[in-house]
């Protein structure tokens, strides 16, 4: 089975701080990505990486960034959290190419993120 | 036209009966169209993946139609475990995939 972890499962953090979000995949996965999930939003994607120290932008990467050193390890960084990054963060792998059913995307157990 | 669409519901069944959700997606360069499924507080989990000539799982039958850009899928029997969000899923160019908003289903005996 594949496993995908999140270092957090909860976070309270102040705003201004730096955050951290760790992923981490045990299937040798070409491909890792972030989402955050809202209400009435549903996942929005911010960041994903198809290769070691290759990264693409989502739809919302503003006050995002990622870092991709290791091929199992992906992280999420908030340069200066705000309140409007409270959110669910969802880390997702997926083994490779679209169109093969390799882009099956299968997601950690999240981080709730709350910023004060 | 947004790139995946769903009916929110929520859809109110009791056990035993059949339900159909509804998907339209945008891209008709879209190669790959799954259904996740996402209980309350926990992460998605692939339900099966979609393909042109349909499919079935037990249950669950999902269907494709690229020439009007909808994805279908039909739980027959329904028990009070199917009670969840059932997010339409398509990609896009390359490997991303672009997630529906949900369908959110509710079983009661």
């Known amino acids: 089975d594949v496993k995908v972890t999140q270092s957090s499962r909860y976070l309270v953090k102040r705003t201004g701080e730096k955050v951290f979000l760790e992923c981490v995949q045990d299937m040798d996965h070409e491909n890792m990505f972030w989402y955050r999930q809202d209400p009435g939003l549903g996942l929005r994607l911010i960041y994903f990486s198809y290769d070691v120290k290759m990264k693409e932008k989502g739809d919302i990467p503003e006050g995002y960034s990622v870092s991709r050193e290791k091929k199992e390890r992906f992280s999420l960084i908030l340069e200066s959290a705000s309140t409007n990054q409270t959110s669910m963060y969802l880390c997702a792998s997926s083994l490779g190419a679209s169109g093969s059913g390799a882009d099956t995307q299968y997601f950690g157990p999240g981080t709730r993120l709350t910023v004060l | 036209r947004k790139e995946v669409e769903q009916d929110p519901g929520p859809f109110n069944v009791p056990e035993g009966a059949t339900v159909a959700f509804n998907c339209t997606y945008s891209n008709s360069a879209s190669q790959s169209f799954f259904w996740y499924r996402q209980d309350c507080r926990k992460e998605p989990k692939l339900l099966m993946s979609?393909?042109?000539s349909g499919n079935e799982d037990g249950r669950f039958t999902a269907q494709l139609n690229r020439a009007s850009q909808y994805i279908s899928l039909l739980i027959r029997d329904s028990k009070l475990s199917d009670s969840a969000t059932y997010l339409c899923v398509v990609n896009r160019a390359g490997t991303a995939l672009i997630f529906g908003k949900g369908t959110t289903l509710s079983v009661s005996s």
């Open positions: 979609v393909y042109s």
